[in-house]
T-cell receptor, first 115, second 117 residues
């Protein structure tokens, strides 16, 4: 069985602070994919990143960066110099190689960025 | 270009009734998946359809059913509604949908919020 744990249910920061959202996963698959999605108040999930299990390189995209550590089964997400527009619920998700479109989501972390 | 569109956006039903939710994928996308998101939780996978065939089913009772039409749009049906069925139902589409295509990037709609009284 697959499982994704996001231990932080809510985080509150002041604008321009850096913030890291934690994600820990469990899977027996040797090949798998990890995702982060953002859910603003409007409801739709917005894709942020996909990482496969063979690529442990960290990735940076503007103010966003991701740290994938297979040894600790973690895939953490850092927002640098947070902005009010970053306020949303963020979900980490996991999918097996042959899982098609079946994602296992974590419970989400609600990020509130205050001006 | 239109994204994934879902209808209705909100609806209220009573216990025992049935509901039909509709989804139109992004043009050119052949796979549609349905997820249930209970308030305060992450989405849970219900179904995946690709080329009008069911390709995956989550751990949901038989009261939940779905189908995909020749134009790749989809319907999710829920019979004998329970209070616990109250949730945001999300539809997602992807270009591909076969299991061996790897984990596809899903584009989600804004959802249909169902309240069961």
């Amino acid at each position: 069985a697959q499982k994704v744990t996001q231990a932080q249910t809510e985080i509150s920061v002041v604008e321009k602070e850096d913030v890291t959202l934690d994600c820990v996963y469990e899977t027996r698959d040797t090949t798998y994919y990890l995702f982060w999605y953002k859910q603003p108040p409007s409801g739709e999930l917005v894709f942020l990143i996909r990482r496969n299990s063979f690529d442990e390189q960290n990735e940076i995209s503007g103010r966003y960066s991701w740290n994938f550590q297979k040894s600790t089964s973690s895939f953490n997400f850092t927002i640098t110099a947070s902005q009010v527009v970053d306020s949303a619920v963020y979900f980490c998700a996991l999918s097996g190689y042959n899982a098609g479109n079946m994602l296992t989501f974590g419970g989400g972390t609600r990020l509130m960025v205050k001006p | 270009d239109a994204g994934v569109t879902q209808s209705p956006t909100h609806l209220i039903k009573t216990r025992g009734q049935h509901v039909t939710l509709r989804c139109s994928p992004i043009s050119g996308h052949k796979s549609v998946s349905w997820y249930q998101q209970v308030l305060g939780q992450g989405p849970q996978f219900i179904f995946q359809y690709y080329e009008k065939e069911e390709r995956g089913r989550g751990n949901f009772p038989d009261r939940f059913s779905a189908r995909q039409f020749p134009n790749y749009s989809s319907e999710l049906n829920v019979n004998a509604l329970l209070l616990g069925d109250s949730a945001l139902y999300l539809c997602a589409s992807s270009l591909h949908g076969t299991a061996d295509s790897g984990a596809n990037v899903l584009t989600f709609g804004a959802g249909s919020r169902l309240t069961v009284l």
